[in-house]
């Protein structure tokens, strides 16, 4: 067995990397590479002093020069006689150690110069790796070659004279002001070696953005004057900055925060196209950076550090939860909007806030519609929200940001070529030859010009076909160590730390990745802010991955799949799994197959998470899944279902079809009974979609197969699935009261199974069972409201309680809090990826429009509804749609439409769908009527009639019966109009739906029939 030198975990001999943690197993050395400045001063003491006073002078001195030297961040290590070294990067290096030596140097001058009769100091300073100690006191700071420099560089220099190596001058640059270089020899060296002396420094010239930025003042100040105006007058803004790969978005984004940086705070995230592509990532690296939490802190302490800093955020911290990924409860656009917008106005609070979300194009659907709302609900507030993006995002949008009050639109074009001439005249001073060259291959580009200056410095001239190719020999360039480091970060992916790339790292080499993170961003190939590395463009990290052998890239990838997997990252480790997989396909099938086992595993689990919450994620995941798994394996035979299942939601029905017959035809071939009735039922209940009338002629059999399979294995999953696919069959034929038995088993069994999401399948039809069916509304509405307070409630099935809820509110005469029930609903729908049911709240929200007296607004969303599921393959919602819509545009006056929509009923609605049936033949009936043609016309209204009798569906009945009402009077029957209008009402009464009944008050006469009193409907 062989001893992990990180987790101390045991592996088996032969072994490349620990199965514990994943970090290359190997002897671990004493010390490390890093890359320091070092500084050698010589200052004697005077010689006429006696030798006591001497040592006293001496010991006083050097106290004074190592505080001078340690105040600018130098870690002293040693004085031999007269000379002093101070090592700049150990223990912890910094990307401005070269400057800090040599403001250091020139500080330490001073205070020589300043000691009454002392001699000038000399001084030496060079840049270079070193082995640095571990910190026992047996072992020196740092040792290797660059201190036999600077030492010799400090005996080389004239009193009073700071002396660089060329290392050091690179790494200055433009940033101190230098006199005369002179060639020299060093003792025991051959060849000469160019030094400088240092007269001084100028401004910080700050990493990463050495090259001027230019060609950009119009977009700089436009954003400026955005993030003023949200400064001054308190309000809100979506700043959208569009741009090509390289042409300086976040450039330009960062040179204007930096102009505000004393006035604003400043929270960022990023949209990830690579690795762990949750939807809400963005929204979780901002909420670490309000609370301070590193990224790689754990749910529970951001939430804990938002508690603590506002106690009355508790109400949002079940929200924020699941979006750390912590929560049991899934999490819905509207609840989350209201989280985050909440927790943003706490920084609000604190004064004016610039939220930055980069790289947005690769967003997933749900954040772009949720970023809006955030926007609309922080009305009143001073905030910006900077968006960056390729143009692609309005492929995705071409409406982004429409509907909003403040919006302002960026589009950043190539550099023209006077401006392109400037930025490379800075980037090659003095090289008029080289600026030529670089203006065509560059078209503009500002991060190409970098790219190709930074190649022709280092000697490679532009001659390169492409940019591409000149990344490539960059990369290959670099040294050996900054090379692998530079590899592995690119199969990391972008925004990782320091500790993510240690695992994939030589452990032998000790190396110092923060070190050589550094050296990267002075190279222009990484920008790293807060320990965290991104790459400037795509370019970048493509180019560094192609350095490796596919063998080694998959290698890495199964190491940072491990490292995720102990963290509990299924999507991320099956991410990295599922490519190393892929990269073995070819060269070793053995292996490559029980890598794809592995991702197939993490995938399945993360899917499975987000089958409640985030479909878009789900259908996503669980497709990778299963394509990764043998066809015939029973573990993705159980799969397919739940592919289906988060197809079918999404609106792809087409898709879970295929995915289903698939499914069906495999189990069976196989002899696996009990996937096979899985997948059945699975199958039916997407029939109930685009053959409602199959599904339900086959609906007995089916039972009578699968139940006697399930309930010899206790499969309380399945029993619960078929039991409610039997009482949705009572309710396609409108047997509200029939489908109490059904549903309890259907429940009894979800409760056994201790599947939550599958117990509010089973609510769902309960809730149906009580808005359509007899209950009173007022019981109905108790009900409800009590479901909505259930602990744990998910966001789909609270939006179909509200929505039924609404319904309950039209009906007794609240239509405006039920419209925006509706339009809450429809919202958090979308967001959670259910497009499906977010089309069909049409069919609660379009009678509730009807109830509110707007028959336009109903027939425009039932319209968009009848459209949108056309296309998605639906017969048996569209069928239903179409019947609204043709009441909706009858109401409009529109007969022309009124009858297209009923023909679409007609032809889309299956015999079983009783009150489809009912509702076309309604309005039928009523243009038949409109036209004189009297028999035709009573003879589907008296089908309708007779029809809708045959249900427990009391409002339909009043419904149709107001329709027949309608009917008698067009064709002049009143008295006939009279009675049926009273059983209409006699309807609403039994409901309890007086809105219903405010409808009819104008057409109901008062006309008292023998025996029988009359009354006139109650105003309430």
């Given at each position: 067995?062989?001893?992990?030198?990180?987790?101390?975990?045991?592996?088996?001999?032969?072994?490349?990397?620990?199965?514990?943690?994943?970090?290359?197993?190997?002897?671990?050395?004493?010390?490390?590479?890093?890359?320091?400045?070092?500084?050698?001063?010589?200052?004697?003491?005077?010689?006429?002093?006696?030798?006591?006073?001497?040592?006293?002078?001496?010991?006083?001195?050097?106290?004074?020069?190592?505080?001078?030297?340690?105040?600018?961040?130098?870690?002293?290590?040693?004085?031999?006689?007269?000379?002093?070294?101070?090592?700049?990067?150990?223990?912890?290096?910094?990307?401005?150690?070269?400057?800090?030596?040599?403001?250091?140097?020139?500080?330490?001058?001073?205070?020589?110069?300043?000691?009454?009769?002392?001699?000038?100091?000399?001084?030496?300073?060079?840049?270079?790796?070193?082995?640095?100690?571990?910190?026992?006191?047996?072992?020196?700071?740092?040792?290797?070659?660059?201190?036999?420099?600077?030492?010799?560089?400090?005996?080389?220099?004239?009193?009073?004279?700071?002396?660089?190596?060329?290392?050091?001058?690179?790494?200055?640059?433009?940033?101190?002001?230098?006199?005369?270089?002179?060639?020299?020899?060093?003792?025991?060296?051959?060849?000469?070696?160019?030094?400088?002396?240092?007269?001084?420094?100028?401004?910080?010239?700050?990493?990463?953005?050495?090259?001027?930025?230019?060609?950009?003042?119009?977009?700089?100040?436009?954003?400026?004057?955005?993030?003023?105006?949200?400064?001054?007058?308190?309000?809100?803004?979506?700043?959208?900055?569009?741009?090509?790969?390289?042409?300086?978005?976040?450039?330009?984004?960062?040179?204007?925060?930096?102009?505000?940086?004393?006035?604003?705070?400043?929270?960022?995230?990023?949209?990830?196209?690579?690795?762990?592509?949750?939807?809400?990532?963005?929204?979780?690296?901002?909420?670490?950076?309000?609370?301070?939490?590193?990224?790689?802190?754990?749910?529970?302490?951001?939430?804990?550090?938002?508690?603590?800093?506002?106690?009355?955020?508790?109400?949002?911290?079940?929200?924020?939860?699941?979006?750390?990924?912590?929560?049991?409860?899934?999490?819905?656009?509207?609840?989350?909007?209201?989280?985050?917008?909440?927790?943003?106005?706490?920084?609000?609070?604190?004064?004016?806030?610039?939220?930055?979300?980069?790289?947005?194009?690769?967003?997933?659907?749900?954040?772009?519609?949720?970023?809006?709302?955030?926007?609309?609900?922080?009305?009143?507030?001073?905030?910006?929200?900077?968006?960056?993006?390729?143009?692609?995002?309005?492929?995705?949008?071409?409406?982004?940001?429409?509907?909003?009050?403040?919006?302002?639109?960026?589009?950043?074009?190539?550099?023209?070529?006077?401006?392109?001439?400037?930025?490379?005249?800075?980037?090659?001073?003095?090289?008029?030859?080289?600026?030529?060259?670089?203006?065509?291959?560059?078209?503009?580009?500002?991060?190409?010009?970098?790219?190709?200056?930074?190649?022709?410095?280092?000697?490679?001239?532009?001659?390169?076909?492409?940019?591409?190719?000149?990344?490539?020999?960059?990369?290959?360039?670099?040294?050996?160590?900054?090379?692998?480091?530079?590899?592995?970060?690119?199969?990391?992916?972008?925004?990782?730390?320091?500790?993510?790339?240690?695992?994939?790292?030589?452990?032998?080499?000790?190396?110092?990745?923060?070190?050589?993170?550094?050296?990267?961003?002075?190279?222009?190939?990484?920008?790293?802010?807060?320990?965290?590395?991104?790459?400037?463009?795509?370019?970048?990290?493509?180019?560094?991955?192609?350095?490796?052998?596919?063998?080694?890239?998959?290698?890495?990838?199964?190491v940072r799949g491990l490292v995720l997997a102990t963290q509990g990252a299924n999507a991320a480790a099956g991410f990295h799994f599922e490519l190393a997989s892929a990269l073995l396909r070819g060269s070793d099938p053995g292996r490559s197959a029980a890598l794809g086992k592995q991702a197939a595993a993490r995938l399945a689990a993360a899917g499975l998470r987000a089958l409640t919450g985030d479909l878009v994620a789900a259908a996503d995941l669980l497709g990778r899944a299963t394509a990764l798994m043998p066809v015939d394996e029973p573990r993705r035979l159980n799969l397919l279902p739940e592919l289906a299942r988060a197809r079918q939601l999404a609106g792809d029905l087409t898709g879970a079809g295929e995915v289903l017959e698939e499914a069906v035809r495999r189990a069976d071939a196989l002899g696996l009974a009990?996937?096979?009735?899985?997948?059945?039922?699975?199958?039916?209940?997407?029939?109930?979609?685009?053959?409602?009338?199959?599904?339900?002629?086959?609906?007995?059999?089916?039972?009578?197969?699968?139940?006697?399979?399930?309930?010899?294995?206790?499969?309380?999953?399945?029993?619960?699935?078929?039991?409610?696919?039997?009482?949705?069959?009572?309710?396609?034929?409108?047997?509200?009261?029939?489908?109490?038995?059904?549903?309890?088993?259907?429940?009894?069994?979800?409760?056994?199974?201790?599947?939550?999401?599958?117990?509010?399948?089973?609510?769902?039809?309960?809730?149906?069972?009580?808005?359509?069916?007899?209950?009173?509304?007022?019981?109905?509405?108790?009900?409800?409201?009590?479901?909505?307070?259930?602990?744990?409630?998910?966001?789909?099935?609270?939006?179909?309680?509200?929505?039924?809820?609404?319904?309950?509110?039209?009906?007794?005469?609240?239509?405006?809090?039920?419209?925006?029930?509706?339009?809450?609903?429809?919202?958090?729908?979308?967001?959670?990826?259910?497009?499906?049911?977010?089309?069909?709240?049409?069919?609660?929200?379009?009678?509730?429009?009807?109830?509110?007296?707007?028959?336009?607004?109903?027939?425009?969303?039932?319209?968009?509804?009848?459209?949108?599921?056309?296309?998605?393959?639906?017969?048996?919602?569209?069928?239903?749609?179409?019947?609204?819509?043709?009441?909706?545009?009858?109401?409009?006056?529109?007969?022309?439409?009124?009858?297209?929509?009923?023909?679409?009923?007609?032809?889309?609605?299956?015999?079983?769908?009783?009150?489809?049936?009912?509702?076309?033949?309604?309005?039928?009936?009523?243009?038949?009527?409109?036209?004189?043609?009297?028999?035709?016309?009573?003879?589907?209204?008296?089908?309708?009639?007779?029809?809708?009798?045959?249900?427990?569906?009391?409002?339909?009945?009043?419904?149709?019966?107001?329709?027949?009402?309608?009917?008698?009077?067009?064709?002049?029957?009143?008295?006939?109009?009279?009675?049926?209008?009273?059983?209409?009402?006699?309807?609403?009464?039994?409901?309890?739906?007086?809105?219903?009944?405010?409808?009819?008050?104008?057409?109901?006469?008062?006309?008292?029939?023998?025996?029988?009193?009359?009354?006139?409907?109650?105003?309430?």
């Amino acid at each position: 067995m062989v001893g992990c030198h990180r987790c101390g975990g045991r592996s088996r001999a032969g072994a490349r990397f620990c199965g514990a943690c994943g970090a290359v197993l190997g002897s671990a050395r004493v010390g490390v590479r890093k890359t320091v400045s070092v500084l050698f001063a010589d200052a004697p003491v005077r010689a006429h002093q006696d030798v006591e006073s001497g040592v006293r002078s001496a010991a006083s001195f050097y106290r004074g020069l190592r505080l001078v030297l340690e105040e600018h961040g130098g870690t002293v290590e040693r004085h031999v006689g007269d000379a002093v070294m101070a090592v700049f990067g150990v223990p912890s290096a910094r990307d401005d150690d070269a400057r800090r030596a040599a403001a250091a140097a020139l500080a330490v001058r001073e205070v020589v110069r300043s000691l009454p009769g002392a001699p000038e100091v000399s001084v030496g300073i060079n840049t270079g790796e070193v082995v640095t100690g571990d910190g026992s006191a047996e072992q020196e700071l740092a040792v290797g070659d660059p201190l036999v420099v600077a030492a010799r560089l400090q005996q080389l220099a004239a009193p009073g004279e700071v002396l660089l190596g060329p290392s050091t001058v690179r790494l200055l640059g433009a940033g101190a002001r230098y006199g005369h270089s002179r060639d020299v020899t060093l003792k025991g060296r051959v060849g000469e070696l160019s030094v400088v002396p240092l007269l001084g420094l100028d401004a910080t010239v700050e990493v990463g953005s050495r090259s001027a930025f230019v060609g950009r003042d119009p977009e700089r100040r436009m954003l400026l004057a955005a993030l003023d105006r949200s400064i001054v007058t308190d309000i809100v803004q979506l700043v959208t900055v569009l741009g090509e790969a390289g042409t300086g978005k976040s450039r330009l984004v960062r040179e204007v925060l930096r102009e505000r940086s004393d006035e604003v705070t400043v929270l960022r995230g990023t949209c990830r196209g690579y690795g762990d592509r949750s939807t809400w990532s963005a929204l979780v690296e901002v909420l670490h950076e309000v609370t301070a939490v590193p990224a790689d802190g754990s749910a529970a302490a951001v939430l804990t550090a938002l508690e603590n800093r506002r106690p009355e955020l508790a109400g949002v911290l079940p929200v924020l939860a699941s979006l750390l990924g912590d929560g049991d409860t899934p999490i819905g656009g509207a609840e989350l909007s209201w989280a985050v917008a909440r927790v943003l106005a706490l920084v609000v609070g604190e004064g004016p806030l610039v939220v930055v979300l980069e790289d947005v194009h690769l967003a997933d659907g749900p954040l772009l519609d949720l970023l809006p709302e955030v926007v609309r609900r922080l009305e009143g507030s001073p905030v910006v929200l900077v968006v960056t993006a390729r143009p692609e995002l309005l492929e995705q949008r071409a409406d982004w940001g429409r509907g909003l009050r403040h919006v302002l639109g960026l589009t950043l074009r190539p550099l023209d070529v006077a401006a392109s001439r400037q930025l490379a005249d800075q980037l090659l001073p003095g090289d008029p030859e080289g600026v030529d060259a670089l203006l065509g291959p560059a078209d503009g580009n500002p991060l190409f010009l970098e790219q190709l200056a930074q190649a022709r410095a280092e000697g490679a001239g532009v001659a390169a076909p492409s940019v591409t190719a000149v990344l490539a020999a960059r990369v290959d360039r670099l040294p050996l160590v900054t090379r692998q480091v530079l590899e592995r970060a690119a199969v990391i992916g972008p925004w990782g730390r320091p500790a993510d790339l240690l695992p994939l790292c030589d452990a032998e080499q000790q190396i110092d990745v923060e070190a050589e993170l550094l050296a990267l961003a002075r190279r222009d190939l990484l920008d790293v802010e807060d320990g965290r590395w991104s790459f400037g463009s795509e370019l970048v990290r493509e180019a560094a991955a192609a350095g490796l052998t596919r063998d080694d890239r998959a290698e890495l990838h199964q190491v940072r799949g491990l490292v995720l997997a102990t963290q509990g990252a299924n999507a991320a480790a099956g991410f990295h799994f599922e490519l190393a997989s892929a990269l073995l396909r070819g060269s070793d099938p053995g292996r490559s197959a029980a890598l794809g086992k592995q991702a197939a595993a993490r995938l399945a689990a993360a899917g499975l998470r987000a089958l409640t919450g985030d479909l878009v994620a789900a259908a996503d995941l669980l497709g990778r899944a299963t394509a990764l798994m043998p066809v015939d394996e029973p573990r993705r035979l159980n799969l397919l279902p739940e592919l289906a299942r988060a197809r079918q939601l999404a609106g792809d029905l087409t898709g879970a079809g295929e995915v289903l017959e698939e499914a069906v035809r495999r189990a069976d071939a196989l002899g696996l009974a009990e996937s096979s009735a899985h997948a059945r039922i699975a199958r039916l209940d997407l029939l109930r979609s685009t053959e409602p009338e199959r599904a339900y002629i086959e609906l007995p059999a089916l039972l009578s197969e699968v139940l006697p399979v399930l309930e010899q294995v206790r499969d309380d999953r399945g029993l619960s699935l078929a039991w409610q696919l039997h009482a949705s069959a009572l309710q396609y034929r409108v047997r509200w009261g029939a489908m109490d038995n059904p549903l309890q088993k259907a429940l009894h069994h979800a409760h056994r199974s201790g599947d939550r999401p599958l117990v509010e399948r089973a609510e769902s039809l309960q809730v149906d069972s009580m808005f359509h069916g007899p209950m009173h509304l007022d019981e109905t509405r108790v009900r409800l409201e009590s479901l909505l307070e259930q602990p744990g409630i998910s966001p789909s099935h609270r939006a179909g309680v509200e929505a039924r809820l609404a319904g309950t509110l039209a009906l007794q005469g609240d239509p405006v809090a039920a419209r925006a029930g509706m339009t809450q609903v429809r919202q958090v729908l979308r967001d959670l990826g259910r497009e499906l049911s977010a089309v069909v709240t049409a069919l609660m929200s379009g009678p509730v429009e009807l109830l509110a007296g707007e028959p336009d607004k109903a027939r425009d969303e039932l319209h968009e509804a009848c459209d949108a599921l056309i296309g998605m393959g639906d017969k048996a919602f569209t069928a239903t749609s179409a019947a609204l819509l043709a009441e909706a545009c009858w109401r409009c006056k529109d007969l022309v439409g009124a009858a297209a929509a009923v023909e679409l009923s007609r032809s889309s609605a299956g015999i079983g769908d009783v009150i489809t049936q009912v509702r076309w033949r309604s309005v039928q009936a009523k243009l038949y009527a409109a036209q004189g043609r009297a028999e035709e016309a009573l003879r589907l209204s008296s089908e309708a009639v007779q029809l809708v009798a045959t249900t427990d569906e009391v409002t339909s009945q009043g419904d149709v019966l107001a329709d027949g009402a309608e009917v008698q009077e067009l064709l002049g029957n009143l008295g006939a109009a009279q009675v049926l209008l009273r059983e209409a009402v006699q309807r609403y009464e039994r409901k309890g739906a007086p809105q219903a009944i405010r409808r009819l008050s104008g057409r109901l006469y008062v006309l008292p029939s023998p025996g029988r009193r009359v009354r006139e409907p109650s105003p309430g």
